[in-house]
Nanobody, 116 residues
Framework: QVQLVESGGGLVLPGGSLRLSCAAS????????MGWYRQAPGKERELVAQ??YYADSVKGRFTISRDNAENTVYLQMNSLKPEDTAVYYC???????????????WGQGTQVTVSS
């Protein structure tokens, strides 16, 4: 199985910064893509960043980066706004072994709260 473990969430003032990390571990043959989603209370889960894609609401403020050797993805979040408050989920598309199909895997989520 593939496990995704996120870290780096927390409480931050408006205008502040946070860096989320997500490490993939377990039985991994290859990782096709890794990205970040978020879900605010009462709202649907939305894609925040993946590869070169950024949601319009975060363009210019968030940066996604990936360490392929370590199967780790990061999300640097700057100029945070109260509307960025949500649970942030790491997502990966990966194969567990050479003959496997690519599967979709999720982390447990990490809370980001932007408030004064």
């Amino acid at each position: 199985q593939v496990q995704l473990v996120e870290s780096g969430g927390g409480l931050v003032l408006p205008g502040g910064s946070l860096r989320l990390s997500c490490a993939a571990s377990g039985s991994i043959f290859s990782v096709n893509s890794m990205g970040w989603y978020r879900q605010a209370p009462g709202k649907e889960r939305e894609l925040v960043a993946q590869n070169t894609y950024y949601a319009d609401s975060v363009k210019g403020r968030f940066t996604i980066s990936r360490d392929n050797a370590e199967n780790t993805v990061y999300l640097q979040m700057n100029s945070l706004k109260p509307e960025d408050t949500a649970v942030y989920y790491c997502h990966a598309v990966a194969k567990r072994y050479s003959g496997d199909y690519y599967g979709s895997y999720w982390g447990q989520g990490t809370q980001v709260t932007v408030s004064s």
